[in-house]
């Protein structure tokens, strides 16, 4: 079945770290890819996207993703974490060959040691 | 930004009773809403698509009778847990987009339904 899939459950890393999030999906065809946020207690927020053009996309928060077609891969990265980046993250995709329909992946929680 | 928001924020129901959810867009006319559904330590799965003025369309293994959806208006849909039972306990979130072709969405608070 098409799917998106984040490869890392849990990620434990210090403050100053570099943080990379893989994010697979399986679909063919025209995507737009999503990441989204969940700090504790809040609601999802987006980092970031991607519909077309630079496949190298910045979002807030010093936060980073590049859309690589051939690998269908869309990874997170942050040169330098903070314990404020504790939370969870959600890789999404959004494909014409699932009908339009705003596919999540499994989700990573990421705690950020002071 | 658009804002999207979620009441009641959390509730605590007894087996056999009903509950609503409302999804409301504040500063955007919102064609369509979703909703979804978070188990502890999940992602989210989608429920439902909800389009103003018509029928919602649900995902495969999604009881239509039991989560009833309505979509009134342009900022407004409502999720109806019917005779809910302990199984229906969740996170359920709302999110509304202003472009289905997109597929970004802007989400709601959630709500914290518990089912005694």
């Known amino acids: 079945a098409q799917s998106v899939s984040q490869h890392n459950h849990h990620v434990i890393l210090s403050e100053a770290a570099s943080l990379e999030l893989g994010c697979n999906y399986s679909?063919?065809?025209?995507?737009?890819l999503f990441w989204y946020v969940q700090y504790p207690g809040q609601h999802l927020q987006l980092l970031l996207k991607?519909?077309?053009?630079?496949?190298l996309v910045k979002g807030i928060k010093g936060f980073e993703a590049e859309f690589i077609k051939s690998k269908f891969s869309f990874n997170l990265r942050k040169p330098s974490v903070q314990w404020s980046d504790t939370a969870e993250y959600f890789c999404?995709?959004?494909?014409?060959?699932?009908?339009?329909?705003?596919?999540f992946g499994g989700g990573t929680r990421v705690l950020v040691k002071p | 930004g658009a804002v999207v928001s979620q009441h009641p924020s959390w509730v605590i129901c007894k087996s056999g009773t009903s509950v609503k959810i409302e999804c409301r867009s504040l500063?955007?006319?919102?064609?369509?809403m979703f909703w979804y559904r978070q188990f502890p330590k999940q992602s989210l799965m989608l429920m439902a698509t909800?389009?103003?003025?018509?029928?919602?369309?649900?995902e495969q293994g999604v009881e239509k009778d039991k989560f009833l959806i309505n979509h009134a208006s342009l900022t407004l849909s409502t999720l109806t847990v019917t005779s809910a039972h302990p199984e229906d306990s969740s996170f359920y979130i709302c999110?509304?987009?202003?472009?289905?072709?997109?597929?970004?969405?802007?989400f709601g608070e959630g709500s914290r339904l518990t089912v005694l």
């Open positions: 999110s509304a987009t202003m472009g289905v072709e997109t597929g970004e969405l802007f």
């Open positions: 679909y063919g065809g025209t995507v737009n």
């Open positions: 991607y519909f077309s053009g630079d496949p």
């Open positions: 999404a995709v959004n494909a014409k060959a699932a009908g339009n329909k705003l596919t």
């Open positions: 500063d955007f006319q919102a064609t369509t």
């Open positions: 909800s389009n103003e003025g018509s029928k919602a369309t649900y």
